[in-house]
């Protein structure tokens, strides 16, 4: 088992930035790739980004391309997503989540372990 816990959301204007963070207790964490997904009001919850076991793979929502970075810490346990030049339509609740399959996935259902979210609101 795998307890995920995100931080660092928030209120903020337009083009600003926000690093969300989340810490995992439970297994290794380094046995996992992890993924950012984010889901606003009345839509589905939509992929943001991945980072496989050693980093050395990412992947990128069109959305987030150029403007979100995805890292991790293997001995802090922690994976980040670092949002910068936000608009208001990247207005969500942000989840981390963790994936024991090879490889990075887009898919919700691959992920086996899922954090509580975190608000993420940016006004225009």
């Known amino acids: 088992q795998v307890q995920l816990v995100e931080s660092g959301g928030g209120l903020v204007q337009a083009g600003g930035s926000l690093r969300l963070s989340c810490t995992a207790s439970?297994?290794?964490?380094?046995?996992?790739?992890m993924g950012w997904f984010r889901q606003a009001p009345g839509k589905e919850r939509e992929f943001v980004a991945a980072i496989s076991r050693g980093s050395r793979d990412t992947d990128y929502a069109d959305s987030a391309k150029g403007r979100f970075t995805i890292s991790r810490d293997n001995a802090k346990n922690t994976v980040y997503l670092q949002m910068n030049s936000l608009k208001p339509e990247d207005t969500a609740v942000y989840y981390c989540a963790g994936n024991s399959a090879v490889g990075l996935s887009r898919s919700p259902p691959r992920y086996d372990y899922w954090g509580q979210g975190t608000q993420v609101t940016v006004s225009s």
């Open positions: 439970g297994r290794p964490f380094s046995r996992y790739a």
